[in-house]
């Protein structure tokens, strides 16, 4: 079936430099996409989204890029902190919930790990 | 601001017990969800209310319950847990949303860890 993907289950960066997670979607209906970090033992906690009448959106250090020719999402974190590593899922909204609220497709998540 | 809170964080229960997890939201949101998350997953949406009054399915309903209680609460129920719903729930609640220019990110509680033996 259809569903939001990622390419590198693991990132590891050094810490300053830029971290990019890629995340491909298959539903071509889809037109609204979220990017989530979740720490160890946390729930996943909302960065940036973008719409899709949207190509790019920033946010603070980090910035979406939306390529819906071939359906691509990228999550671009400037500066990478210590603080920074975590597991990221982006999700893309296949459904409108009658009208109200939205259902998110889940990926399977990139892990982030900043070396110092 | 406690956003979406979640109660027990932890519970171990035995096959063929039930057992209720708690959600509850301060952001006056319109529509909750209930998800699972398995080692290594994606969340899985199991069921959802859009507003309060109303419940439907999501992807991996079966063995669950729901119950919108009021706007701000919205419980999910294992009447006969099994030992493949072993996994962490998320609890997230969102605004309401008219259309594409109205969506609004789903905000998240921290979780109950449940395990069945």
């Known amino acids: 079936g259809e569903s939001v993907g990622l390419h590198l289950p693991t990132l590891s960066v050094q810490e300053g430099d830029n971290s990019i997670i890629n995340c491909a979607y298959s539903n071509s209906a889809s037109d609204y996409f979220i990017w989530y970090k979740q720490e160890s033992g946390k729930g996943p906690q909302f960065i940036i989204d973008i719409r899709s009448n949207m190509d790019k959106r920033q946010g603070q250090r980090v910035t979406v890029l939306l390529n819906k020719t071939v359906k691509h999402l990228s999550l671009q974190i400037a500066a990478t902190q210590p603080g920074d590593s975590a597991v990221y899922f982006c999700a893309e909204n296949r459904g409108r919930v009658k009208a109200a609220g939205n259902k998110l497709t889940f990926g399977g998540g990139t892990r982030v790990l900043v070396k110092p | 601001n406690a956003g979406v809170t979640q109660t027990p964080k932890f519970q171990v229960l035995k096959t063929g017990q039930s057992m209720t997890l708690q959600c509850a939201q301060d952001?006056?949101?319109?529509?909750m969800y209930w998800y699972r998350q398995d080692p290594g997953m994606g969340l899985r949406l199991i069921y959802y209310s859009a507003s309060e009054g109303t419940t439907d399915k999501g992807e991996v309903p079966n063995g669950y319950n729901v119950s919108r209680l009021n706007k701000r609460e919205f419980s999910l129920r294992l009447e006969s847990a099994a030992p493949s719903q072993t996994s962490v729930y998320f609890c997230a609640s969102s605004e309401f949303s008219l259309g594409t220019s109205h969506d609004q990110p789903q905000h998240f509680g921290d979780g109950t860890r449940l395990s069945i033996l």
């Open positions: 952001m006056n949101h319109n529509s």
